[in-house]
């Protein structure tokens, strides 16, 4: 099974929005509902901040928001903040019980 | 509080074994089936597979298949991840991850077990 393909980095100022992609196939990203963001700072475990495409655990702000369109879901954050620099993976579910993961991309507020 | 705690960091040889563990706490154990995702150092996060937390079902990535073996003990709460015949490209921080009822998410992890394979 590939990964899925996420840009390595992407940038963005204290209030702006930054949006991030992860591009799978319709046999995993597009054929799924069960795409997954996680965020990770350096050190840290994975935290789930988006799951089911676009819904949000309790505790996440709503400055995340996630979405799809065909084999390509986005997570864009809204109004940048310090603490959102981390690094972002996607996961989809992948059939015959399968999950794959994105390559990560490295989010820096400058 | 659902919590997942892990055993500590471990040293070995190429071609040893090593037996994780990931104790968990706050919720029943056996409605939550349980993944393994490993990280190498200053790399992405690699899926390894699933067991259900009555020890009856798992699924394994095809590049751990045969060599990685996830169990569960629901009289303590407690997954397993045992790998052998270690290589370097093993060296990895090894997470344990609980999987929500509904899907395909991991909604709380472990700590992380580093596991380093060096002659």
């Known amino acids: 099974q590939s990964a899925l393909t996420q840009p390595p980095s992407a940038s963005g100022s204290p209030g702006q929005s930054v949006t991030i992609s992860c591009t799978g196939t319709?046999?995993?990203?597009?054929?799924?509902?069960?795409v997954s963001w996680y965020q990770q700072h350096p050190g840290k475990a994975p935290r789930l901040i988006i799951y089911e495409i676009n819904k949000r655990p309790s505790g996440v702000p709503d400055r995340f928001f996630g979405s799809r369109s065909g084999n390509t879901a986005s997570l864009t954050v809204s109004g940048l903040q310090a603490e959102d620099e981390a690094d972002y993976y996607c996961s989809s579910y992948a059939a015959i019980n399968n999950v794959v993961f994105g390559g990560g991309t490295k989010l820096t507020v400058l | 509080q659902v919590h997942l705690v892990q055993s500590g960091a471990e040293m070995k040889k190429p071609g040893a074994s090593v037996k994780v563990s990931c104790k968990a706490s706050g919720y029943t154990f056996t409605s939550y089936a349980i993944t393994w995702v490993r990280q190498a150092p200053g790399h992405g996060l690699e899926w390894m597979g699933w067991?259900?937390?009555?020890?009856?079902?798992?699924n394994y990535a095809q590049k751990v298949q045969g060599r990685f073996t996830m169990t569960t003990d629901p009289s303590t709460n407690t997954g397993y991840l045992e790998l052998r015949s270690l290589r370097s490209d093993d060296t990895a921080v090894y997470y344990c991850a609980r999987i929500t009822s509904s899907g395909w998410d991991f909604d709380y992890w472990g700590q992380g077990t580093l596991v380093t394979v060096s002659s």
């Open positions: 319709s046999n995993d990203v597009g054929d799924y509902n069960y």
């Open positions: 067991i259900t937390a009555d020890n009856t079902t798992t």
